[in-house]
């Protein structure tokens, strides 16, 4: 794992989107090393918000379609889906609808609901800006709280 990731971060900004992509389906993946590793080596954080964001948000959209080819048995055997979780998934679902969509960065539950939400035939365009919207708010948060880290770490190693 170790080598995709290097691998990754060798590619820079496609790299990170990617990562994203990856980390936004149902596979297990952790963009943030990569967006650590990248903002550590000086690249721009305001592209890596935008290419996380939109290959996050993508990674998603290929769960929804998943979720819309409509087999629970399909889902819970390819994206290693419990049928508790499916049922949390979509009962939250059926609850809130597309407004799901926000919660879609929450590890693992994210793939849920995301899965969940082709499953439900939600509102595909309503889903995606919903689901966009929360990713996005999520990258600018860590991503913030990264670049003000790596500020703090330069300064300190300054003074010494």
């Given amino acids: 794992m170790d080598v995709l990731y290097q691998?990754?971060?060798?590619?820079?900004?496609f790299g990170f989107?990617?990562?994203?992509?990856?980390?936004?389906?149902f596979i297990p993946f952790s963009s943030e090393?990569?967006?650590?590793?990248?903002?550590?080596?000086g690249v721009d954080p305001v592209g890596l918000f935008?290419?996380?964001t939109v290959g996050n948000t993508l990674g998603s959209v290929f769960n929804y379609w998943l979720g819309r080819l409509g087999n629970p048995r399909w889902i819970e055997k390819w994206a290693r889906v419990t049928p508790e979780q499916m049922d949390r998934g979509l009962h939250f679902v059926e609850r809130y609808g597309f407004w799901a969509g926000w919660l879609?960065?929450?590890?693992?539950?994210?793939?849920?609901?995301?899965?969940?939400?082709?499953?439900m035939r939600a509102r595909f365009v309503l889903t995606i800006i919903n689901i966009f919207l929360g990713k996005a708010?999520?990258?600018a948060i860590i991503m913030l709280a990264m670049t003000e880290t790596a500020k703090l770490v330069q300064r300190f190693a300054e003074e010494l």
């Fill in 7 to 13: 691998i990754m971060i060798d590619y820079g900004v």
């Fill in 17 to 25: 989107f990617i990562a994203t992509f990856l980390a936004g389906s």
């Fill in 33 to 41: 090393v990569v967006m650590i590793a990248l903002i550590t080596a």
């Fill in 50 to 52: 935008f290419w996380g």
């Fill in 104 to 119: 879609a960065w929450v590890p693992l539950l994210g793939s849920v609901i995301t899965v969940a939400l082709g499953l």
């Fill in 137 to 139: 708010l999520r990258y």
